[in-house]
């Protein structure tokens, strides 16, 4: 699906942390890293318990060279 499609899931379903992710994966790869890491970071905060949108996140502000985006210690 196109980020398009994942932004209006993210609409209709606001609180569904999957929808989040999958909206995060195609703006990463669409080379969006701060909006990608917004709806990590909503996908963590919907489902704490899940344990790949939190690597993804901690990855992304481990290894990304944004300024904004960089914290290796949270």
Known sequence: MSI????HAARLLPDKADVHYELARALGRAGQPAD???HLQRAVE???NEPIPLNDLAW???THDDDALY???E
């Open 4 to 7: 398009d499609h994942w932004r």
């Open 71 to 73: 914290r290796p210690d």
């Open 60 to 62: 992304l502000w481990a």
């Open 36 to 38: 990608s890491a917004k």
């Open 46 to 48: 919907l489902a704490p």
